[in-house]
Each structure stands twice: as structure tokens, then as C-alpha cells.
């Protein structure tokens, strides 16, 4: 069983940047993909981005593609998410995920653990 803790969530000014992290336990990390992905009340979970296990393979969705970086650390088992030029439609609460298939997917049916999510407030 794999465990996910979100973490450096918080409110934050428009055009402000904002780092992410997940740190995973219980699991064999460098085998997973992970994937964020964020919520807002009353939307459905929303696919952000992706990372395999290389490290070099990345997806991302594509409003978010040049301001977001999901990055990860292997040693450290935790998965990051670079957020850069925030703005208030970016506020939602932040979700990683994990996936034992080995794709890269922004399906969120894929991704069999989940974190609890951390809160990014973005005021303009």
C-alpha cells in the first residue's frame, strides 16, 4: 500500500510561483507514474501532469504546459510540481496520484493511490 503526502500548498499572489511536493512510502516509488491533478468545488478532478519513472517522460495538460514542471526525486520518493506565473484560476486543491500501470495517462481512473490534497489559493 502506497501512501501519498501532499505538501507547500498555500495563498499566493497572481504571477507568483509555487513548489509542490508529494512524498510517497509503503511502496517500490521509482516504479510508479505519477500524475497531479486538481479540483475546484463543484468541478471535476482536473488532470494537471504526469511523470514516468525515468524521470525524463512528462505529460502535461495543455493550459497548464510552460508554466507547471513535475519533476521527481527517487532517492527521495517524492514527486514535485513547479508552478510558475500563477493565476486564480489556478486555485483548486492539488491532488498527486500514483499509477502501477506504467504509462504515462491523464485518466485519473488509472492512478490507484491518492493523497489528500493541499489547498493553492491564488488572489489576483
Known amino acids: 500500500q502506497v501512501q501519498l503526502v501532499e505538501s507547500g500548498g498555500g495563498l499566493v499572489q497572481a504571477g507568483d510561483s509555487l513548489r509542490l511536493s508529494c512524498a510517497a512510502s509503503?511502496?517500490?516509488?521509482?516504479?510508479?507514474?505519477m500524475g497531479w491533478f486538481r479540483q475546484t468545488p463543484g468541478q471535476e478532478r482536473e488532470f494537471v501532469a504526469t511523470?514516468?519513472?525515468?524521470?525524463?517522460?512528462?505529460l502535461y495538460a495543455d493550459s497548464m504546459k510552460g508554466r507547471f514542471t513535475i519533476s521527481r526525486d527517487n532517492a527521495k520518493n517524492t514527486v514535485y510540481l513547479e508552478m510558475n506565473s500563477l493565476k486564480p484560476e489556478d486555485t483548486a486543491v492539488y491532488y498527486c496520484?500514483?499509477?502501477?500501470?506504467?504509462?504515462?495517462?491523464?485518466?485519473?481512473?488509472?492512478?490507484?493511490?491518492w493523497g489528500q490534497g493541499t489547498q493553492v489559493t491564488v488572489s489576483s
Open positions: 496520484a500514483a499509477s502501477r500501470r506504467g504509462v504515462l495517462t491523464r485518466y485519473q481512473t488509472l492512478y490507484e493511490y
Open positions: 509503503g511502496g517500490t516509488f521509482s516504479s510508479y507514474v
Open positions: 511523470i514516468g519513472w525515468s524521470r525524463t517522460s512528462t
